[in-house]
Nanobody, 126 residues
Framework: VQPVESGGGSVQAGGSLRLSCEATSPTYRGFCMAWFRQSPGKEREGVAALDFDGKSSYADSVKGRFAISKDSTKNILYLQMNNVNVDDTAVYYC?????????????????????WGQGTQVTVSS
């Protein structure tokens, strides 16, 4: 299993961007996923997470601006980023919880995920 992100790029403050992540597992039909981000010199932080029932959780810094969703038929996870600001500049990573258990679903902790994508750069200019 190797999540693959796409959709990163450059955007002006106040604009929008949508990230995508495709992940498939030969063993598990459904699994929990999340988006993380990491800026230079900072720890990787959870941005948004989604569980099996479609319930989501968000970091306070993105609530009301970002939306996480999933197309289960295609196993694609999305992160819609609206009204972005320069503090959203980071490498964004897609993460999957495969086999760790439902107790970790919707967590924004790195410990809850065991498969990670390579990341996609998002740069917001003022």
């Amino acid at each position: 299993v190797q999540p693959v992100e796409s959709g990163g790029g450059s955007v002006q403050a106040g604009g929008s961007l949508r990230l995508s992540c495709e992940a498939t597992s030969p063993t598990y039909r459904g699994f929990c996923m999340a988006w993380f981000r990491q800026s230079p010199g900072k720890e990787r932080e959870g941005v948004a997470a989604l569980d099996f029932d479609g319930k989501s959780s968000y970091a306070d810094s993105v609530k009301g601006r970002f939306a996480i969703s999933k197309d289960s038929t295609k196993n694609i996870l999305y992160l819609q980023m609206n009204n972005v600001n320069v503090d959203d500049t980071a490498v964004y990573y897609c993460a999957a919880n495969i086999g760790l258990g439902a107790k970790f679903c919707r967590t924004l902790s790195r410990d809850g995920y065991n498969y990670w994508g390579q990341g996609t750069q998002v740069t917001v200019s003022s």
